[in-house]
């Protein structure tokens, strides 16, 4: 069976620090993978997606970044945090050419920019 | 481009019915979901329905469709605590770029 696992769980950071989330799918080849962020009270909010190694795509401008150095692995970065970039940040992956693409998400990270 | 509209709050007593709506604006979605969110917890996929279909039943939950009205609805039968969550809608068109989620609706359980 497929499992996703993202870390680290909880993470405090303080602003202009650079951040690092990983994020490795195992059980499935060639995977979608997709990084989303939650916010209090905005939903989910798609930040970057990937189709392939080396393939990103940017949802949203802002000081993050996404790699994808590996088939199952997706890395989300920053050079320096800025307060607003605190939330749950998500990894989720989905089969590529399924019909409908059903994601399937991690447990999540916390992030707190102080 | 694509929205999804759903309440943010729902309050039930426990044992009654919960009944989560949800509309959307693509035509041309063609699957329809429901995640549950614990506290601090990743999404859990719940169910899903085809565009083609207008219901769907899966023990205690039901999903109901009306494709003309882009209007989506999941229906908790004999709430229980354990049911207490927030509940997104989301909607894909098939694309790699994932689904369109709505807010989410936090179901709260009276006692």
């Known amino acids: 069976s497929q499992t996703i696992h993202q870390w680290p769980a909880t993470l405090v950071q303080p602003v202009g620090s650079p951040l690092s989330l990983e994020c490795t799918v195992e059980g499935t080849s060639n995977p979608n993978l997709y990084w989303y962020r939650q916010a209090a009270g905005r939903g989910l909010q798609l930040l970057f997606y990937s189709v392939g190694i080396g393939q990103i795509s940017s949802e949203v401008p802002q000081n993050l970044s996404a790699s994808r150095p590996q088939d199952r692995q997706f890395i989300l970065s920053s050079k320096k945090l800025l307060l607003s970039d605190s939330g749950f940040y998500l990894c989720?992956?989905?089969?590529?050419?399924?019909?409908?693409?059903?994601?399937?998400f991690g447990e999540g990270s916390w992030l707190t920019v102080v | 481009g694509e929205d999804v509209e759903q309440s943010l709050f729902l309050s039930v007593r426990e044992g009654d019915s919960s009944v989560i709506n949800c509309t959307y604006t693509d035509s041309s979605s063609t699957y329809l979901y429901w995640y549950k969110q614990e506290p601090g917890a990743g999404l859990q996929l719940l169910t899903y329905?085809?565009?083609?279909?207008d219901m769907k039943q899966d023990q205690r939950l039901t999903v109901l469709l009306n494709k003309k009205d882009k209007h989506l609805s999941l229906r908790i039968a004999d709430t229980q605590t354990g049911d207490s969550a927030i509940y997104f809608c989301a909607e894909s068109g098939g694309g790699a770029d994932g689904l369109t989620f709505g807010k989410g609706t936090h179901l709260i359980i009276q006692p």
């Open positions: 329905i085809f565009s083609n279909m």
């Open positions: 989720a992956w989905s089969a590529r050419g399924a019909r409908g693409n059903t994601i399937y």
